[in-house]
């Protein structure tokens, strides 16, 4: 589920580029115009109040991965019913992020040219080589999970957050984007967009505890590849304690320019 992160810094650049409106309705062409859910913006998407009926823990997420949903990852989130109007209730879901990432397909395209744009446009100039991303059965990207990295890698994604979308002196992510990651969401004060929440810091986490976590005021980006954990307390009890002791920034990460140069 880091990927919903990734999927985020996405949406940033097609929206810096004039190409999303995240804050208008999605467009989606199973929702026409007349139907209640053509009201659902990327931007409740990406902050999980879309209000579509989702079972995060009920089967729905298991069957985009590798279940029946897996034929048609967004197609499958699109089809659940509303429950609640747009923007007004919170609930987890990485079909969400699935129909997120089929408008994504829908400017840049699929598969490779999806891949390839993401490489020209983020992974490339974070050095990330790493990346692995998971497909449907349509060749959309998944979105809400399927981003798999090396732990250097992810901290690279990490640090262009911390920065503030910056990364050796040029724009990445528009001015302002990971500060909208990181407000809260109007119905859960522990879900920004796309990122998870925290006193201090805001996360991206994984289904098996993999995260990763920046905390502004201590400068400080932490990776966690785990099998499994509570990520909250992780922060709390091992990542704030870590960085309050100023441990050597990694050789691999050295020479890296801040935002302030």
Do not use: C
Request: charged fraction near 20%; avoid cysteine; charge should be negative.
């Amino acid at each position: 589920s880091v990927a919903k992160s990734v999927t985020h810094a996405a949406v940033g650049i097609l929206t810096g580029d004039g190409r999303l409106d995240i804050d208008a309705p999605t467009g989606l062409a199973e929702w026409p115009a007349d139907d209640p859910r053509a009201q659902i913006t990327i931007d409740d998407l990406l902050r999980m109040q879309s209000g579509l009926g989702w079972n995060e823990a009920g089967g729905d997420a298991v069957a985009i991965v590798v279940g029946e949903g897996n034929a048609d990852a967004s197609g499958y989130a699109a089809a659940k019913p509303l429950v609640a109007e747009p923007g007004t209730r919170y609930n987890y879901s990485t079909g969400n992020t699935a129909i997120v990432a089929s408008l994504l397909a829908d400017e840049l395209g699929s598969g490779e040219a999806l891949e390839s744009w993401l490489d020209d446009r983020l992974f490339g100039p974070l050095g990330i080589r790493s990346i692995e991303l998971e497909l449907d059965g349509t060749g959309n990207w998944l979105g809400g999970t399927g981003a798999n990295m090396s732990l250097e890698d992810f901290a690279r994604f990490g640090l262009l957050y911390l920065r503030g979308g910056v990364w050796e002196g040029s724009w990445l992510l528009p001015e302002g984007w990971v500060d909208r990651a990181r407000t809260p969401s109007a119905s859960f004060a522990g879900y920004g967009a796309g990122w998870w929440l925290g006193e201090g810091w805001y996360s991206a986490v994984g289904f098996l505890g993999q995260q990763v976590t920046v905390v502004p005021s201590l400068d400080l980006v932490v990776v966690v590849l785990a099998t499994g954990g509570e990520a909250g307390q992780l922060v709390d009890d091992l990542v704030v304690p870590l960085g309050e002791a100023r441990i050597d920034v990694p050789e691999w990460l050295e020479g890296v320019e801040s935002s302030e140069g």
